[in-house]
């Protein structure tokens, strides 16, 4: 049950794009499309931002958006706004029956 | 409006147990696959157990399997995570979830469990 792998921090200026990648296996990301992303804010609770890879919970911002390449999904967000600085997970059912997180990912807005 | 509210939490020494309850409102509890997640203090998010709507499959982290035990009272709609042989690794905020599609769309405010002498 390794955790997925995250970058530990990513940072952009307001305006631009941004990607954060999440990387498994064969045995996680690679062979199932449920794939999901969190935002969680200090001392917040996480929220959902993108499920099955590539699908935006209703309210979530057409900013966020998700995919997948083999062992490797991504979150990307474009329009970078000051309240997307947060800490971003992505998540994984497994093989085992199982759920993984990646370790988070701190973006920082400049 | 879904409602996850967490109780239980507390601090307890090394080799002790806590039951955690998650009383729930705002849908049909018993159509739902149930989790809890924990985070240490300034760490990531760590999965730790779900069980099936009805109650009859559960699954654990290896980090918690045979000391804890994931419960559901659909009568009650009611979550439960008993812990036993507490350590100190496993301080934390645990939260409560609802599952949905494979994705955790409604998350409790969380409870802190502190494990200390």
């Known amino acids: 049950q390794s955790a997925l792998t995250q970058p530990a921090s990513v940072s952009g200026s307001l305006g631009q794009s941004i990607t954060i990648s999440c990387t498994g296996t064969?045995?996680?990301?690679?062979?199932?499309?449920?794939v999901s992303w969190y935002q969680q804010h200090p001392a917040k609770a996480p929220k959902l931002i993108i499920y099955?890879?590539?699908n935006r919970p209703s309210g979530v911002s057409n900013r966020f958006s998700g995919s997948k390449s083999g062992n490797t999904a991504s979150l990307a967000i474009s329009g970078l706004q000051a309240e997307d600085e947060a800490d971003y997970y992505c998540?994984?059912?497994?093989?085992?029956?199982?759920?993984?997180f990646g370790g988070g990912t701190q973006l920082t807005v400049l | 409006e879904v409602q996850l509210v967490e109780s239980g939490g507390g601090l307890v020494q090394p080799g002790g147990s806590l039951r955690l309850s998650c009383a729930t409102s705002g849908f049909t509890f018993s159509g739902y696959w149930m989790h809890w997640v924990r985070q240490a203090p300034g760490k990531g998010l760590v999965w730790v157990s779900h069980?099936?709507?009805?109650?009859?499959?559960?699954r654990y982290a290896d980090a918690v399997k045979g000391r804890f035990t994931i419960s559901r009272d659909n009568a009650k709609n009611t979550l439960h995570l008993q812990m036993n042989s507490l350590r100190a690794d496993d301080t934390a905020l645990y939260y409560c979830?609802?599952?949905?599609?494979?994705?955790?769309?409604?998350w409790g405010q969380g409870a802190q469990v502190t494990v200390s002498s």
């Open positions: 069980i099936s709507s009805d109650g009859t499959t559960t």
């Open positions: 099955d890879v590539t």
């Open positions: 979830i609802r599952e949905s599609s494979y994705a955790y769309g409604y």
């Open positions: 998540s994984s059912y497994t093989s085992s029956g199982t759920w993984v």
């Open positions: 064969s045995s996680d990301v690679g062979g199932y499309n449920y």
